[in-house]
């Protein structure tokens, strides 16, 4: 029996055993079906995705098409509304929403989905991730060309100098964008007209424009070499892109009075909508997409997306004025989207505490922040 098993063995399987029953997979084939369905599934996720952000694209109201004090009459020194508008049940039922969507787009940026929709962002932005600084610098550098040619501006349109120094000393700025070595001299120049502007408007008005001082520190950490020592510039710029529009959606709930006119000269900008409410749920949905900006990666980029899309869609309505104006934040909002980063670690049911968190800090700030400089300036 045993010389049977041995021969048995020599020769190999039997001509019976040597076939594969009906419909089965060799090894090569099994792995060419499951990387298959592998595959189809991404793609189905894929379209998933591009479902939600083309959804969440057109549900987004144009909050910031238009920065009020460009296009419309203020008065900064003006008392702001009370804070009645805190308690109303409209504002409440707003952010509740918006702290839902923020801790659902949270949770769904540790699952399958959230990891698919941050690769199809890297794919769609790589040359923008390569080139950050170079998009930066050039942007940049352009915007200052600009103001030199237009002259009598300092920063935004409605900071306005008689002085002309103000204007070549822009050109000289824009001059040090070209090279990566001037760039700490291109920064300093931005914060000496951040500070120029703040003697002559006063530091509330400028507090608007924070945005300016975190690129000039974008600029000098690139400048000095420091992004090369594990510092993340893109953070600098998250953070006041986040505190400048957290800061400008506290406008639209004080100051709702500026924007009325706008409705007035531009009937399709409401879209429909109440004026009163719309207010309200611009401010709302501003406020929240600028906290996004300091959130967990899906949060942040997609946030940066709807906000360069919101943005760049007010062009044609606005015009020449708007699109240059608002060219500084918008190339940040490009930085951010191409970010990959790992950023601040969010534990995703702490959003909502930090939501509210940044919210009194912020209308708190507003508030008191007006009170005291406007009662010691009447003083």
Request: hydrophobic content about 55%; aromatic content about 12%.
């Amino acid at each position: 029996m045993n010389s049977v098993i041995i021969r048995s063995l020599k020769e190999g399987p039997s001509e019976g055993m040597d076939r594969e029953p009906p419909g089965a997979l060799t090894p090569p084939a099994l792995v060419a079906r499951t990387a298959r369905r592998r595959v189809g599934a991404g793609r189905a996720i894929q379209g998933l995705a591009g479902v939600v952000s083309a959804l969440a694209l057109t549900c987004v109201p144009r909050v910031a098409e238009a920065h009020v004090k460009w296009f419309a009459a203020y008065n900064v020194a003006e008392t702001p509304k009370s804070l009645d508008w805190v308690r109303d049940g409209t504002f409440i039922d707003l952010a509740l929403v918006a702290i839902v969507l923020l801790t659902v787009g949270s949770l769904i940026g540790n699952t399958v989905l959230g990891g698919t929709i941050l690769r199809s962002l890297d794919r769609v932005s790589t040359l923008i991730l390569r080139d950050t600084e170079l998009l930066m610098r050039a942007v940049y550098g352009g915007f200052f060309v600009v103001l030199w040619t237009v002259g009598g501006i300092i920063m935004t349109p409605e900071l306005k100098t008689s002085v002309v120094a103000i204007s070549w000393f822009q050109l000289v700025i824009a001059a040090c964008f070209i090279w990566r070595q001037t760039l700490v001299f291109a920064a300093a120049g931005i914060v000496f007209l951040y500070g120029y502007a703040i003697v002559h408007y006063g530091l509330f008005h400028l507090m608007d424009y924070p945005i300016f001082l975190a690129s000039a520190s974008y600029f000098a950490l690139i400048g000095l070499g420091l992004d090369r020592r594990g510092v993340r510039p893109v953070d600098v710029l998250r953070w006041g892109a986040a505190v400048t529009l957290m800061w400008a959606s506290v406008e639209k709930w004080a100051y709702p009075d500026w924007t009325y006119p706008l409705f007035v000269s531009h009937a399709g900008m409401a879209m429909g909508f109440d004026p009163v409410f719309y207010m309200k749920a611009a401010g709302v949905v501003e406020f929240s997409l600028a906290f996004a900006l300091i959130g967990p990666p899906l949060v942040r980029r997609t946030a940066a997306v709807l906000l360069a899309a919101t943005f760049i869609s007010a062009v044609p309505e606005f015009g020449k004025i708007d699109a240059i104006g608002h060219s500084p934040i918008i190339v940040v909002f490009l930085a951010i989207i191409a970010d990959n980063g790992p950023g601040r670690r969010f534990t995703s049911l702490r959003m909502p505490a930090y939501y509210v968190i940044a919210f009194v800090i912020t209308v708190a700030a507003y508030y008191l922040g007006h009170a005291a400089l406007f009662s010691a300036g009447a003083a």
